[in-house]
Every structure is written in C-alpha cells, then in structure tokens.
C-alpha cells in the first residue's frame, strides 16, 4: 500500500510522539507534538501537524506552525518557535509525501513562504538555502570528568577549573522558571531582543515535564546565571539562558556549563549539544573557546511565485534601529512587549 498524510488529532498524539522518541533517527526533540500545545495556548498560532502513514504506521511527521503577522506576512514554518524541523521520516516515499502535502497546505492557506529550520534531509530543486547565519555545536560528553576537562582548550579549562575550585558557587536544579525568567529577560533584553514571555516557559516546563529542567548557579543565594535545557534520547541541550553582569567575573557561566555536563552524564545522557549560535556573535565564540567546533545550520524555503526570501534575523541591517531601542527599554516594558514582538517572528 502506497503512504497517506493525515493530520495529527488526539487519537494519534501517542502514536506521533512514540515514533519521534524511538522509531525515527531524523526526529528531534523540535519535532515533538507538545510544540503544537505550546504555540497553541500562548501564541494563538495555529499548528498544522502532518504524519505519513502506510498500512496504518506512521512512517514520517512534519510539523508545521502557521505563522501570520501583518507585518511580515503569512508563513508556513517547520517548526517555528524553535530552531529544528523539517521531515522526520524512515523512507523516501513518505518523506515525498509530506513535502508536497506541505506545498499544497501553503497554497491552501495562502502562505508567501514554507521554511524548514535544519532538515534532516536537504533540498535541490525547487528550494533556496541559507546558511550562513546560524551555526550549531554539539559532540560527546566523555564519562571521566579529567577527559571531560582535557576537551576544553587550556586557557578556557583554567577559567573552569578555578570556577569549580572557588568553591563559592552552588547549583540547582529546579523544575520551573521562576530563577531562570528574570536572569534570561535582562540577559536577552540588553542584547535588544524581546523575551518569549514568562508563561511561554511555564507552558514548556509543564508539557515537556522531565524532559527539562532548569539548571541555576547561585553566589551567596543570588541566582546568578540559569540555564534552560532539553533532554532527548542520548543528548542534552542548553537551549535558553540567562545571567547577571557579575556571573562572568565570577566564573558563573562555565560553572554552570560543567555542572550541567557532569550531572548529565550522572543521568545517562551522553552528547552535550550546545545549540546553535549567529556567526560572530559572543556565544558563538563562547562555545569555540570551549574547543567545540561549529558545523553550519541550514534553513531551506519555498517561496511563492518567486518571491523574496525571508530575513527576519538580528543581522539584517534594517533591524539595527529596532534593537539598539530595545536595548534602552525599562525592563518591565521589555517583558510586556516582547511576546506580542515574538508572536509575529516566530
């Protein structure tokens, strides 16, 4: 029998997460149904969810985020909000499948554009590539904490050595954003982006559950530095962070990097997948100093009748007005504003 796309209800939610957790090598943790449920309810973006199935499997899942905006218009993301996406699927016939029911769902809901963040499988044909912006950092977490060390370049292992030696610094690991919120919302605000929103992160931490925790370090009971982290079959991912001004001369951000790593391995998991980062940016040369090589991350997109390709980054030039303001904003308004700024980004 030939392969079938239908879209994901709550008869075939377990279904769709099963197969992304232990069927299909190209899934990531951005493939999971509970993206939809968050989008959803803080949002208001509508999810559009396809599997493939034959003889009543599913044999490849696409999700997909109808983003729209009047300011940048409609679009058809896999998988906004997140950095992953893209067609997850065990063989060429279903992944076929999905992309051109995906292109027939953009027609239908008149989207200027289909964008898939870091595919599993890359495009020819038909598609446009980028990338040049983003770059991800990933590799294995040895189980000895002096192999652990001896991967990190000398100069960056004495910074993380006399973190761990000060003995004045202390870690946690806590299950709701309430130390994570207001370290990430002063760290993003005075980079001039706009915050995700407080309830964005209650929504994660409670779909998502024991797949993510936050891991916070603190001086003297201060939270100093918190970060964010996904856990997903052998990887843990850092994904959302945040810090005080003093947490750098104090060590706090490699600190809480290594413990996130020890405790990890502790927990199984064996890759440290440092996500991704611009090109030339501080974290990207952050995650270099730690000797972890960038590999490029590449977002392909079909565009109607031609039409011009999506720039909605920080480093397109006529963005700098719009971030230099930010940098500026009294930080309550900072938090007000920035998920309806979020909502039409995506």
Not at 48 to 71: F, M, N, Q, T, W
Not at 125 to 151: H, M, N
């Amino acid at each position: 029998m030939g392969v079938t796309v239908v879209a994901v209800d709550d008869r075939n939610a377990a279904a769709w997460d099963r197969f992304v957790v232990s069927e299909c090598p190209e899934a990531t943790f951005f493939h999971r149904l509970g993206w939809k449920q968050v989008v959803e309810r803080v949002y208001g973006q509508a999810g559009h969810y396809l599997y493939a199935e034959r003889d009543g499997r599913i044999v490849g899942v696409l999700p997909l985020i109808l983003v729209k905006s009047p300011l940048f218009g409609t679009r058809l993301i896999s998988t906004a909000f997140t950095i992953g996406g893209g067609v997850a699927a065990i063989d060429d016939e279903a992944r076929h499948a999905l992309d051109d029911a995906a292109l027939c769902l953009m027609d239908r809901l008149g989207a200027s554009s289909l964008e898939y963040r870091q595919p599993p499988t890359c495009h020819a044909e038909g598609w446009v590539s980028c990338s040049d912006i983003y770059a991800t950092f990933d590799r294995p977490i040895p189980a000895s904490e002096e192999e652990c060390l001896k991967q990190i370049p000398r100069k960056q292992r004495a910074v993380v050595r006399k973190s761990i030696e000060g003995k004045n610094l202390d870690d946690r690991l806590e299950g709701d954003p309430t130390s994570f919120f207001p370290l990430y919302a002063f760290s993003m605000r005075n980079m001039g982006t706009p915050v995700f929103g407080r309830r964005f992160f209650v929504e994660v931490m409670k779909t998502f559950g024991s797949d993510c925790d936050c891991l916070t370090v603190t001086h003297q009971g201060r939270p100093l530095s918190s970060v964010l982290s996904f856990y997903f079959r052998d990887r843990v991912q850092p994904y959302y962070t945040g810090c005080q001004p003093e947490a750098r001369d104090l060590g706090a951000n490699d600190y809480m990097y290594w413990k996130l790593m020890r405790r990890s391995v502790a927990r199984g998991y064996t890759l440290f997948d440092f996500g991704r980062s611009k090109f030339g940016t501080g974290p990207f040369n952050f995650k270099k100093n730690w000797g972890f090589e960038p590999k490029p991350v590449t977002h392909e997109f079909r565009l109607k009748n031609g039409g011009a390709l999506p720039e909605i980054n920080p480093l397109n030039p006529k963005y700098r007005a719009f971030i230099a303001v930010w940098k500026r904003l009294p930080l309550p308004l900072a938090n007000l504003l920035g998920p309806h700024v979020i909502r039409h980004i995506g």
